[in-house]
Each structure stands twice: as C-alpha cells, then as structure tokens.
C-alpha cells in the first residue's frame, strides 16, 4: 500500500554500474545480477511531493522514467519524470546524461508498482497493484513512452489486481489462464508438455517480439510448431546476438537467463516446445 513508505522512497537516486569498463545494461532478471560488483552514484534528485515515493522505474530506448505517487488520494495526480539515459536526446543533441528530460502529471496511476518497455509500440505498461477506483481493477494502465501521457488501459482479469508484469509464466499460471497458447520451456529433452518447472510464453508476446526470426538466426531449423533443443552454446550466442543487434526478443532472453543458467546446470539443453 501507498502508505508504506521506504528509506528508498525519500531520494531518487541514479546510480551506474562501474565494472570491468563492461557495458552493462538496465536489464536485471535476479539477485545475481548484483553480485561482486561495485556502485557510484551518478545523479540526486529530491522527490516532488512532500509524502511522494517512488514506486517503479523501468528504462526505455532514451529514458529513465519513474513514477513517484503523490499521496493515498484517488483524485490526486502522480508524478512522471523522464531523465536522460544517454548524453544525446533522440535526435542527437547533446544532453546532460541523467538530466530531467520531461515531466508529466496529469494521471493517477494508483500505486504503480511495476512497468515494462514495449519498444515495439513505445508504451509502457503500468501495473497499478491496487484499485482504489473499482474501474482499474485487473487493469494494466498503458503510457505513451515519449510523452509520459496516458493513452488507455488493458483489461486483465475481474478477480484480482495486477501487482507485477512479466514475459514468463510458470506452470500453476498458465493453468489458471486456461489457456494452452504458450511456447514452454522445459529443462532438458523433451519428455511431456507442461512439466511443473518449465517456464511460459503465450504465443502473442513471442511473435510481437519477433522470437522466431532471433532465435532462427542461430537455431535454422527452429520449428514454431514443434520441438526445438537448444544447447547452452546457442543459448549464450542468442544471449549476445540480442544484445548486439538491441534485439526486439533481448529483454525476454534476460527474463529467463537465470532459469536457463540453472537448467544447464544439470541438462545440457533445454527444448522450447512450440504450438
């Protein structure tokens, strides 16, 4: 709830990753991410609000965009800030890097406890976590990622609110979907469908962030409809042409390189299988 407020939540801070001159990315798909390495913090900001906190930050081709909630109030407006994630704009102008770039706050996004980037459509979408207004349960709220504007909201569910996004889904999600449009990944070769520790795609997010024709470039014979093994090797070029490239399916692969890490652990491939 709003009213629980974090030593986080009084200094917006930006801090940038210093290691092995490697660069690094926003992406973080588990705690290890953080391991063995060593922080410096770039930029301070206090927050707009006198009870303000911030509640989700999430990264975009030029942006670094938070939401700070401004109360517990349902008719108050929260607060938007987008800030330089490079040291040129979007159109190649020289910027202060971490600089506020815009603002907006002309929304209630009610708690806005997560948000992910679509680069495909430039939208992010916001899980609001709670419903103070009944109309927003289940709801993912839809912002323009250039403008910081509210453009609309996804129906999700009528029983229950949204409190985090991602791309995958374990088995005991994708049953309560009562759906089986999912690619799953199972550990190792192929034994039955839907095995208790494999993970979950549905079909829509793979072909709108264009999986096939990734993994297709390492993998030819890839079969949407199919089985398909995939070695660690061609796990970790998939990994790094995504990277190379900025990738539409790069932000999928790191959601699940800490599953595939622990897969080959053990198994030597894991399979995707298809529709």
Known sequence: MKKYRSLAGMILGFLLLAWMSKTC???????????NLEWKKVHEEALIAPQGVVQSICATKNYIICIENTNDAQD??????A????DTDADGN???QYSLALRNTDNNWEHGNGMAYNQAKEEIYVAPYTSQNPENRGCLFVMDANTLAYKGKIKISDDYNILGIGYFVDENQRKASQSTSYFEFQKGHYTTCWCENSINICTWLWDEYEMSGLIRQVIKD?????ITEVTKKQWNRLVELSKATSAK???????????????FKENEVFTIIGM
């Open 25 to 35: 990315y926003a992406e973080i798909a588990d705690v290890t991410a953080f391991e």
């Open 76 to 81: 108050t407006p929260d607060t938007v800030s």
């Open 83 to 86: 800030y330089y994630k490079n």
């Open 94 to 96: 020289p910027v202060e």
């Open 222 to 226: 890839f079969d949407y409809y199919g």
């Open 249 to 263: 399916a790069e932000p999928i692969l790191m959601e699940a390189a800490s599953w595939a890490e622990e897969c």
